[in-house]
């Protein structure tokens, strides 16, 4: 992929009492990542915080992934605009 950006893309405490959780959005974001031109780097990451933290949020955990694209400002705008829809 020429003339491309790598953009790191990572979040926590995304859960709602709608039912939503921070994997979930995992997935939701890897969907719209796939329908776009990009291409990923890793494996999306769970990342998991210590369980002795008395403000920890209810899943205790983030994601992060890390892809390259052309347009990261486009990923980013249509990333914003899936939380604020759920949310």
């Known amino acids: 992929m ?6 790191n893309i990572g979040f ?5 009492p709608k039912g939503m959780c921070t994997t979930f959005l995992a ?3 890897v969907d719209i990542l796939k329908k776009h031109e990009t291409e990923f780097l890793d494996f999306p990451k769970l990342v998991r915080f210590n369980p002795n933290i008395p403000w920890k949020t209810r899943g205790n955990g983030a994601v992060s992934m890390k892809i390259r694209t052309k347009n990261p400002s486009k990923i980013k705008e249509k990333i914003k605009h899936l939380v604020k829809k759920i949310f």
């Open 27 to 29: 997935y939701k974001i």
């Open 2 to 7: 020429t003339d491309s950006q790598i953009l």
């Open 12 to 16: 926590d405490d995304t859960d709602s």
